[in-house]
């Protein structure tokens, strides 16, 4: 396969903001794609070279991919750098400079093969250590040298982390279901193959080489994250048991951070709610589960928690920060110690229990895990009534929790990978308050601050997620909570994602001084959610012509960091935020 036929696929796909057309394309191009490398082909679309978890980044610094284009064209650095400084995008400058070197060289050229740029990349991320900044710019100079002007865009552009089609998972599922699926309706096949695997690459190999029927027998594998399921709300006991059909298993939701912990003989890796290892940071939690699940093999789920050394009690969710880090992970590892709840079993001793119902994961769970001070299972209450429900619920306050997670017990109580969904029920303290009520929302565009907040950002234009369309959709501006740490931190945590222009995913009426790719998610406290004619949050779906707005939101310091946009409250939920404020105020 010529690289040239993904380039000038992606050429057409940055050309359109529709979603439709974007997946027409898409499709396009991997019937053109031969199945051997359709997995290749699918990560290259993605900017990437292997799914999230693997966690391997191509990461070339945009000096780098200046010095090899230099030496490929012939040109000095220096100009090079004037010339992104002026345009701003370093696939744009190859592109010109390479058109350029273009007229003045004559001689035969070597097409470029998709393979040789994806092996090519994949020696490069795999460099490290010493000399490997000069490897990696010799092999890039390699690349570019044959490619043509609009191949040499879209190299540097991926190889430098910019490449951004917006080809987000659930276009390729669509695309992967109309090109080899037999037409829309396999997708939710397909995409139950993705939620447990999460790995595009792998389900679009066997959809194009087996198709559904290689699908139907997709199974869970042993270190490749399953997608989390996740839980709706509630406000009051009484509706959540109603909604679990009279009677439910009441967990305590504890404050900490997800962890799904694959185990395969002695070796243990932890993945986090976004599907990275985060094993570097919790090899204390890694010893706990290697010595603490009696299975040889096992995929089972639970809280990590941080808990204070002197009293043993549960400490809250922010106290984990201290654990994210590259450098000092064993003192901060003496400092602050974790413990493990266990929640849910996925997987044990060759056996998927993705489609069991949970008392019986549960069960598989208390017997694959040797409980003892810092492993446990959660915490749990099987009831029916709403009197012991409220009390439970007290009891996990008072213990440090943040509220419990109602479960059904249903024989569908399956477990729903990658969906939020009213198996699970969260019951927090602030949905008892009022108007009060914690989101999650993105940071989309930010806007200049003046007076004391000058050369800071003065406030983020925030958005949430809307699922159905994969847009993000503002809904506040968001300027209070943050303290002088924070206005600092900010722009630091930002930069990297500052876009020239508004994404084409985001929706927005409001011009922002700065926009960003949606990536930063921030959890905001709102005082209460109106209609708005500015934002464009659920648009229509109220009233025709407005959207929904957060008034007076405020951070409340929790960077969500181990939420990726997509994992952002949606814009449905604020929908129905909105209605059960409209019910509580009616009650009043
Ligand atoms: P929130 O923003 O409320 O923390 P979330 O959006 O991260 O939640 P939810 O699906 O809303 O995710 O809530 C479920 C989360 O609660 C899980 O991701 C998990 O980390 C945590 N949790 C704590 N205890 C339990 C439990 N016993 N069972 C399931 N999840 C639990």
């Known amino acids: 396969m010529d690289y040239a036929v993904i380039a000038d696929a992606y050429e057409k796909i940055e050309a359109t903001t529709k979603r439709l057309e974007m997946t027409d394309l898409l499709v396009d191009l991997l019937k053109k794609t031969p199945k051997n490398v359709i997995a290749k082909v699918v990560y290259l679309t993605q900017g990437k070279l292997y799914p999230d978890f693997v966690g391997l980044e191509i990461g070339v610094a945009e000096k780098l991919a200046i010095k090899a284009l230099a030496k490929a064209s012939g040109r000095k650095d220096i100009e090079l750098l004037q010339l992104l400084s002026t345009i701003g995008d370093i696939g744009e400058v190859a592109e010109e400079v390479m058109k350029k070197k273009k007229q003045t060289t004559f001689g035969a050229q070597k097409t470029l093969k998709m393979l040789e740029v994806y092996e090519t990349l994949d020696r490069m991320a795999n460099k490290t250590g010493s000399g490997a900044v000069g490897s ?4 890039l100079a390699g690349l570019l040298s044959y490619a043509s002007p609009k191949e040499a865009k879209f190299i540097l552009r991926t190889v430098t982390g910019n490449l951004r ?15 080899y699926g037999g037409g829309k309706e396999a997708r939710e096949l397909i995409e139950r193959a993705y939620n447990i695997s999460s790995d595009l690459g792998r389900v679009a190999n066997v959809v194009a080489e087996k198709g559904l029927a290689g699908i139907k027998k997709f199974q869970v594998v042993v270190f490749e994250p399953i997608r989390p399921m996740l839980a709706e709300r509630l406000s009051s006991p009484e509706e959540i048991l109603e909604k679990l059909g009279g009677k439910c298993v009441a ?3 504890y404050d900490g951070e997800r962890v799904q912990a694959h185990k395969k003989g002695n070796e243990v890796v932890l993945y986090s709610r976004r599907m990275e290892s985060i094993s570097d940071q919790y090899p204390d939690a890694v010893e706990l589960v290697r010595n603490n699940v009696n299975a040889e093999e096992a995929i089972l789920e639970a809280e990590c928690v941080a808990v204070d050394v002197e009293t043993g009690e549960l400490l809250p969710f922010q106290e984990l920060m201290h654990r994210r880090r590259k450098y000092g992970v064993k003192e901060a590892m003496e400092q602050y110690p974790v413990s493990l ?7 044990v001793d060759g056996k998927d229990l993705t489609l069991d119902a949970y ?3 549960r069960t598989l769970l208390e017997k694959a895990v040797k409980e003892n001070d810092r492993v446990k299972a959660a915490k749990q209450r099987k009831t029916s009534s709403v009197k012991e429900l409220e009390e439970f619920f007290e009891e996990a306050i008072e213990d440090g929790c943040e509220g419990l997670i109602c479960k059904s017990v249903g024989a569908d109580s399956v477990y729903q990978a990658g969906a939020r969904g009213w198996m699970w029920i969260k019951y927090k303290r602030d949905y008892k308050s009022e108007m009060t009520d914690t989101v999650d929302l993105v940071v989309v565009g930010a806007f200049h601050g003046r007076g004391k907040r000058a050369g800071a950002y003065g406030a983020l234009l925030l958005a949430a997620y809307n699922k159905e369309a994969d847009t993000f959709e503002t809904v506040t501006k968001l300027g209070t909570g943050f303290t002088d740490d924070d206005l600092k931190k900010l722009p630091e945590l930002l930069r990297e994602h500052v876009v020239p ?3 084409s995913r985001v929706q927005s009426t409001l011009a922002a001084d700065v926009w960003f790719e949606p990536n ?3 959890e905001v406290l709102g005082a209460e959610i109106t209609l708005s004619p500015i934002h464009l949050c659920a648009l229509n779906s109220i009233r025709k012509g407005s959207g929904l707005a957060i008034r007076f939101p405020r951070f409340t310091g929790k960077y969500r960091t181990d ?18 404020q409209l019910k509580q105020i009616g009650a009043a």
């Open 520 to 522: 930063v998610v921030l």
């Open 251 to 253: 967990e305590y939701k």
């Open 501 to 503: 222009r508004k994404p």
């Open 136 to 139: 990696k710019m010799a092999f």
């Open 359 to 361: 008392p019986l994961r």
């Open 563 to 580: 939420k990726a946009a997509e994992d952002a409250t949606t814009s449905a939920e604020v929908v129905e935020m909105y209605r059960n």
């Open 165 to 179: 089609l917006g080809i987000a998972d659930m276009t390729v599922l669509d695309a992967l279901a109309i090109a």
């Open 341 to 347: 709840f266990m929640f849910d079993a996925l997987y």
